[in-house]
Structure formats: structure tokens, C-alpha cells
């Protein structure tokens, strides 16, 4: 068998492509499967990494105000039907799977043009404006959140299943007091974890004034990745503090299993991927969603786990350093509702999320 996998972009885009990848070789040893991404995306470095094939295609999102650069990537949209049409009929998929991105929008909507079967995941709880569109060309539309249903046009509806996000096997493996061991934790000691995504958080790190001297007087054990973007300009400001040996700030988190399996609360951004595993393994959370992503979708994905029990959203315009102290110590010594919370999350988390999507998708194989 062939598939084709298409995402990119982001990391949010890709990682999904790449587990629905691994599930199909898990199970289909012999198949064959083809990533189709652009050279700029973060696809270009990671796919190859995974031992997996790629084909580039030039492709770029539309602005939404009319100009001359629009102009050019109509054009460029309209090469890249082309290009995806000869790289389809030269590998000649069974199937065709779209994980968010522009670059998906061509090879999808070619592929269903062609009579081949094709499915789509969408990762956000506000579907991004390339699944919308193809929602109505697929055979499949595989959501992460069941509010997301909503928002897709009409001629979707029947087409919609919810499989949630994948997760990766370290995180849906890792133990907490095995973990809280790892990292030399007390079974007693709070543990606190800022993660604003990759990238890191500018505006998280900036509302952490207040909390950071409580936090080091307290004792309370944390994990701080600032992004190493902004890594010097944190320890410029917060430098002057005598951390504890399970106090640590980083530029970037290598071991996000631990970490996370072994936190008391989670403060973090509202991306997709991140929001799948803090609900896999049920963290309660304190959502800060980046206000500049497309469609604000990262403010649906908060709030719809705020709904749920599982979280306390802050957006960005309401996050200062006095709305983050009250919230982190609010919680952290409210053992009660850091449980309650801690259940309401693993409830609204799937950790089938992959078994899910490769049964969806087995009927096209």
C-alpha cells in the first residue's frame, strides 16, 4: 500500500503526520508512504530525521487583504496543483492524509480531484482555513475537539469523527513517582512547570516577576524553559535570586516526559499538540493562549478546556504579573482542586488518539 502525508508549517502540523505515519508502518510494515511539504516549513528538517521520504512543492497562504503579493501566491497556489498532480501520479497513493498547513490544501484538494481517497486531521478546536475549505472534498475529517464540529461547513458534517491529537509514547508512558524520582523530587514537594511552547513565551516569562522570588522563598520545586530567544534577558532579570537544586530555568526542555508527568501544574501555551499532552496524562494547567495565531484558534483550544474543568484560562491581554501570582498560588496549595482539575483533564484527554485515527483510516488501506 501508499499513502501520502501532508502538513507543515509548524511542529503542530508535522508531529501529528509523523505519528499517523509510525501507526501505519506499526501495522504495515511493507507500506509505503511519501511526505509532501515545502522547503521553507519545518517539515524540510524533520521528516528526514524519521527516516521518512519528501517531496517539496511552493506553496504560500493568502493574505487577507488584496495586493500585488496576493496576486503572486495565486499564482504560486496554482503551480503547486500541478506540481502535487505529477508527484501523485508518479507515486500513486492509495491514500491521501492532509495535516494542516497550506501545503496540504494543494495536495489534498488534488488528490480528492483525482478520485483518490483522502481524509484530513484537523488539530484545533477553530479549524484552520485549509481544512475548512477541504472538508468538503475528503471522505474523512478526523478532529481533535468535539466543539470544533461546529465550526465546519455544512457539507462536512457527515464526514466528521473525533480522534483527539496524538501523543508520543514517552509521555503517555511516563509515571509520576517515577518521574518525580528521576528528577530527584520529594513525593511531598510541589512542582511547577513553564513551558510556553517551543519557541517559549515572552509574555509569560515577563509575568513571572512577582512569582519568582515567592516561588524560590516557598521552596516549591519548577522547571522554567524561557525559549532561547529570550533565555539571557531571564537570567538578566531574574539571575539575582538563590535557587534551590530543583529549581531550574532552561532555554529549551530535551525531557518534556518527566517534566510534565511529574509537575503539580503545568503553565503553558494553548497549542494543539501541547494541550494533548497535558490532558494525556491529566495536568492541571494554567493556559496562557498566544494571541497572534491564525483565527485566534489558540484561545478556542483554552477555553475549551476551561469548559471542561481542566484548566484556568488567562489570555495575554489579561496576563500580568498580579493575575499569574494569584493563579499559580491559588492552586498549588489547593490540593482539592488541583485534583479535581487533574481528573476533569484526563477526562477531556485522548489517549487512544492514534488508535483512533488509524481505524479511521484503515478502511481507505
Same mark, same amino acid.
Given at each position: 500500500? @501508499?499513502?501520502?502525508?501532508?502538513?507543515?508549517?509548524?511542529?503542530?502540523?508535522?508531529?501529528?503526520?509523523?505519528?499517523?505515519?509510525?501507526?501505519?508502518?506499526? *501495522?504495515?510494515?511493507?507500506? &509505503?508512504?511519501?511526505?509532501?511539504?515545502?522547503?521553507? =516549513?519545518?517539515?524540510?528538517?524533520?521528516?528526514?530525521?524519521? $527516516?521518512?521520504?519528501?517531496?517539496?512543492?511552493?506553496?504560500?497562504?493568502?493574505?487577507?487583504?488584496?495586493?500585488?503579493?496576493?496576486?503572486?501566491?495565486?499564482?504560486?497556489?496554482?503551480?503547486?496543483?500541478?506540481?502535487? @498532480?505529477?508527484?501523485?501520479? #508518479?507515486?500513486?497513493?492509495?491514500?491521501?492524509?492532509?495535516?494542516? $498547513?497550506?501545503?496540504?490544501?494543494?495536495?489534498?484538494?488534488?488528490?480528492? #480531484?483525482?478520485?483518490?481517497?483522502?481524509?484530513? *486531521?484537523?488539530?484545533?478546536?477553530? +479549524?484552520?482555513?485549509?481544512?475548512?475549505?477541504?472538508?468538503?472534498?475528503?471522505?474523512?475529517?478526523?478532529?481533535?475537539?468535539?466543539?470544533?464540529?461546529?465550526?465546519? +461547513?455544512?457539507?462536512?458534517?457527515?464526514?466528521?469523527?473525533?480522534?483527539?491529537?496524538?501523543?508520543?509514547?514517552?509521555?503517555?508512558?511516563?509515571?509520576?513517582?517515577?518521574?518525580?524520582?528521576?528528577?530527584?523530587?520529594?513525593?511531598? &514537594?510541589?512542582?511547577?512547570?513553564?513551558? =510556553?511552547?517551543?519557541?517559549?513565551?515572552? &509574555?509569560?516569562?515577563?509575568?513571572?516577576?512577582?512569582?519568582? +522570588?515567592?516561588?524560590?522563598? /516557598?521552596?516549591?520545586?519548577?522547571?522554567?524553559?524561557?525559549?532561547?530567544?529570550?533565555?539571557?534577558?531571564?537570567?538578566?532579570? %531574574?539571575?539575582?535570586?538563590?535557587?534551590?537544586?530543583?529549581? @531550574?530555568? !532552561?532555554? %529549551?526542555?530535551?525531557?518534556?516526559?518527566?517534566?510534565?508527568?511529574?509537575?503539580?501544574?503545568?503553565? =503553558?501555551?494553548?497549542?494543539?499538540?501541547?494541550?494533548?499532552?497535558?490532558?494525556?496524562?491529566?495536568?492541571?494547567?494554567?493556559?496562557?493562549?498566544?494571541?497572534?495565531?491564525? &483565527?485566534?484558534?489558540?484561545?478556542?483550544?483554552? #477555553?475549551?478546556?476551561?469548559?471542561?474543568?481542566?484548566?484556568?484560562?488567562?489570555?495575554?491581554?489579561?496576563?500580568?504579573?498580579?493575575?499569574?501570582?494569584?493563579?499559580?498560588?491559588?492552586? !498549588? %496549595?489547593?490540593?482539592?482542586?488541583? /485534583?479535581?482539575?487533574?481528573?476533569?483533564?484526563?477526562?477531556?484527554?485522548?489517549?487512544?488518539?492514534?488508535?483512533?485515527?488509524?481505524?479511521?483510516?484503515?478502511?481507505?488501506?
Amino acid at each position: 500500500m @501508499k499513502v501520502i502525508l501532508s502538513g507543515g508549517g509548524t511542529g503542530g502540523h508535522v508531529y501529528p503526520a509523523i505519528a499517523i505515519a509510525n501507526k501505519i508502518k506499526e *501495522h504495515n510494515p511493507d507500506a &509505503e508512504i511519501l511526505f509532501v511539504g515545502t522547503r521553507a =516549513g519545518i517539515e524540510s528538517e524533520i521528516v528526514p530525521k524519521y $527516516g521518512y521520504d519528501i517531496e517539496f512543492i511552493d506553496v504560500q497562504g493568502f493574505k487577507r487583504k488584496i495586493d500585488l503579493d496576493n496576486v503572486k501566491r495565486l499564482l504560486k497556489f496554482l503551480k503547486s496543483l500541478g506540481d502535487s @498532480k505529477k508527484i501523485i501520479k #508518479k507515486f500513486k497513493p492509495d491514500l491521501v492524509i492532509g495535516t494542516g $498547513g497550506y501545503v496540504s490544501g494543494s495536495v489534498v484538494l488534488k488528490a480528492s #480531484k483525482m478520485g483518490i481517497s483522502s481524509c484530513i *486531521h484537523e488539530q484545533n478546536s477553530f +479549524p484552520g482555513m485549509t481544512n475548512k475549505m477541504l472538508s468538503k472534498n475528503v471522505d474523512l475529517v478526523m478532529t481533535s475537539f468535539e466543539d470544533s464540529h461546529k465550526r465546519f +461547513p455544512d457539507q462536512a458534517k457527515d464526514k466528521l469523527f473525533f480522534t483527539g491529537n496524538p501523543v508520543r509514547d514517552d509521555i503517555l508512558k511516563a509515571d509520576k513517582m517515577e518521574s518525580r524520582r528521576i528528577l530527584g523530587l520529594t513525593e511531598d &514537594e510541589k512542582m511547577l512547570l513553564v513551558a =510556553g511552547g517551543s519557541g517559549g513565551s515572552e &509574555e509569560i516569562n515577563d509575568a513571572l516577576k512577582k512569582v519568582m +522570588p515567592k516561588l524560590v522563598e /516557598d521552596r516549591i520545586a519548577f522547571t522554567i524553559a524561557t525559549g532561547r530567544a529570550y533565555y539571557d534577558k531571564f537570567m538578566k532579570d %531574574y539571575g539575582y535570586l538563590k535557587y534551590g537544586p530543583n529549581q @531550574k530555568i !532552561l532555554p %529549551y526542555l530535551d525531557d518534556m516526559a518527566n517534566n510534565l508527568a511529574a509537575a503539580d501544574l503545568v503553565i =503553558g501555551s494553548a497549542g494543539a499538540i501541547s494541550m494533548a499532552e497535558m490532558t494525556a496524562i491529566g495536568v492541571p494547567a494554567i493556559i496562557i493562549p498566544k494571541a497572534y495565531t491564525a &483565527e485566534n484558534h489558540q484561545e478556542y483550544n483554552a #477555553k475549551s478546556l476551561e469548559r471542561a474543568g481542566g484548566a484556568v484560562c488567562i489570555t495575554e491581554k489579561e496576563l500580568n504579573e498580579d493575575s499569574l501570582y494569584e493563579n499559580i498560588f491559588d492552586l !498549588l %496549595y489547593d490540593q482539592d482542586r488541583l /485534583d479535581d482539575m487533574s481528573k476533569a483533564s484526563r477526562a477531556f484527554g485522548k489517549r487512544d488518539a492514534i488508535e483512533l485515527i488509524y481505524e479511521c483510516i484503515s478502511k481507505f488501506l
